[in-house]
Nanobody
Framework: EVQLVESGGGLVQPGGSLRLSCVASGLSYSRYLMGWFREAPGKGRMGVAAIDGFGGIAYADSVKGRFTVSTNFAEHTLYLQMNRLKDEDSALYYC?????????????????????WGHGTQVTVSS
């Protein structure tokens, strides 16, 4: 059974940084698509970044140049380094996964592609 557990959220001032982690169990990264999503009150779930086991990476336009997604295969962990945070980055951040047989041209950021989800970690950006 695949399980995803996020951590690293918290309260940070605008311009600050946070690093989110997602520990995965029951999967092999070389055959999974992994993604970070966020959901703010009153808004739908939005894809933030995605990475597959073949080197493909994708980012939402709103976070390009500020967020970096990475994996540590040995620790079965997915990371999201978030720099220069803005008020609008405040949301519940989720880690998601989907088993894949071949790489995507570009890892998808649509939530409906993923079938396994963590419970989320809250990020609040406020002065």
């Amino acid at each position: 059974e695949v399980q995803l557990v996020e951590s690293g959220g918290g309260l940070v001032q605008p311009g600050g940084s946070l690093r989110l982690s997602c520990v995965a169990s029951g999967l092999s990264y070389s055959r999974y698509l992994m993604g970070w999503f966020r959901e703010a009150p009153g808004k739908g779930r939005m894809g933030v970044a995605a990475i597959d086991g073949f080197g493909g990476i994708a980012y939402a336009d709103s976070v390009k140049g500020r967020f970096t997604v990475s994996t540590n295969f040995a620790e079965h962990t997915l990371y999201l380094q978030m720099n220069r945070l803005k008020d609008e980055d405040s949301a519940l951040y989720y880690c998601a996964a989907k088993a894949i047989e071949r790489p995507y041209i570009q890892p998808p950021l649509g939530a409906d592609v993923y079938d396994t989800w963590g419970h989320g970690t809250q990020v609040t950006v406020s002065s």
